[in-house]
């Protein structure tokens, strides 16, 4: 079982440019949601998905866009980088009634 | 606002010594609650968990008691290992807001 897996592991991007963090999972859950690791800052919901179609904000959303077309995929795009948007991203998925599984992380340096 | 407050680190202890890492949380409603694990490089990995008041999550050595009255739930461990250093999270769940809310880690360093 594959779980909750994210591409690429590792990202280096000039301010300014986009791109596109993958996220699958395979356990047909049904929520999915983004975090990103910031030294002594724990971990922060930038958006979640309650379910294909609808998505929603979390506590640091700006500068990121998120669509759910399929249960399985939650991609996480950055429109234009900027270096305060260096971090370890993380996506993590569940059932209606089960804990959160994480993916092993995208480490993002945005120069 | 809902939130976790976990006992500032980093943490080092001798192999054996007895683990406490404090976790409060304010939030409304009636949380489940979690400690997270993470070890070098890798993603978070449940380490145990409690979904009401006064159950008691364990796991690998590991307790935590959900305690209302006090609004905790910290982890602890008899005798660690060194095969415990790790950053520990603690989290909580709310089924309606659908959502983890984390603490902001404890790293922990066991030396031999």
């Known amino acids: 079982n594959a779980g909750v897996t994210q591409t690429p592991k590792f990202q280096v991007l000039k301010t300014g440019q986009s791109m596109t963090l993958q996220c699958a999972q395979d356990m047909n859950h049904e929520y999915m949601s983004w975090y990103r690791q910031d030294p002594g800052m724990g971990l922060r919901l930038i958006h979640y998905s309650v379910g294909a179609g609808i998505t929603d904000q979390g506590e640091v959303p700006n500068g990121y866009n998120v669509s759910r077309s399929t249960t399985e995929d939650f991609p996480l795009r950055l429109l234009s980088a900027a270096p305060s948007q260096t971090s370890v991203y993380f996506c993590a998925s569940s059932g209606q009634f089960t804990e959160a599984f994480f993916g092993q992380g995208t480490r993002l340096t945005v120069v | 606002g809902d939130s976790v407050t976990q006992m500032e680190g980093p943490v080092t202890l001798s192999e054996e010594a007895f683990l406490t890492i404090n976790c409060t949380y304010t939030a409304t409603g009636y949380p489940s609650l979690f400690w997270y694990v993470q070890y070098p490089g890798e993603g978070l990995q449940l380490l145990l968990k409690a979904t009401k008041a006064d159950d008691k999550g364990s796991n690998k050595g590991f307790e935590a008691t959900y305690r209302k009255e006090t609004t905790s739930f910290h982890l602890e461990k008899g005798s660690v290992q060194v095969s415990d250093s790790a950053v520990y999270f603690c989290?909580?769940?709310?089924?309606?807001?659908?959502?983890?809310?984390f603490g902001q880690g404890t790293r922990l360093t066991i030396n031999p």
């Open positions: 989290a909580h769940y709310l089924q309606g807001a659908q959502k983890l809310v």
